[in-house]
């Protein structure tokens, strides 16, 4: 597959800064259980001061652009829905169960957007996005039969119990 000059710089930018956004996220999820920080409502308004004094130097940098009457229920919508509630059910969730499995839950978070693409977009699924549904769900699976295996092995060893 060939891709313009600057299409292949911006593509590289682009898996770039999504690793950077990644490795942030799985750090807050791991510094988040580190200092038993309550999820909540309160966790998602500090955040979200965070995040408006944080955005609003490159915001004020390229100009203020007040988006038109049209458009304000769909960013609205895209604010509560999956911005917040996704924030504040991870937070929740972190209450709830370690880390590792909130992140291994959230990487179904492609799975489910090519689903919605495919139902409300009509967007055809190519077969690099089968494999790679695939290969997140081998993935879940592997991670959970692992930990499967070794609370088995723990359980077991406490009672004494040697398996052969």
Request: proline share 3%.
């Amino acid at each position: 597959m060939e891709f313009a000059s600057g299409v292949s710089n911006a593509v590289s930018i682009g898996t770039l800064f999504a690793a950077i956004a990644g490795c942030g996220y799985d750090l807050f999820l791991v510094l988040t259980k580190k200092f038993n920080s309550e999820g909540g409502l309160a966790l998602i308004w500090y955040f979200m001061l965070f995040g408006i004094i944080y955005l609003f130097i490159p915001f004020y940098k390229e100009e203020i652009v007040i988006p038109n009457d049209s458009s304000m229920p769909s960013l609205i919508a895209l604010a509560i829905l999956p911005t917040i509630g996704g924030f504040y059910c991870t937070t929740k969730a972190l209450t709830f169960l370690e880390a590792n499995k909130v992140q291994l839950l959230e990487l179904t978070e492609p799975l489910f957007a090519t689903l919605f693409s495919y139902i409300f977009l009509r967007e055809v699924i190519s077969n690099i996005e089968f494999l790679g549904a695939f290969l997140i769900l081998f993935a879940i699976y592997i991670s959970e039969y692992k930990l499967k295996k070794e609370n088995n092995f723990s359980k077991n060893k406490r009672r004494g119990v040697i398996e052969k």
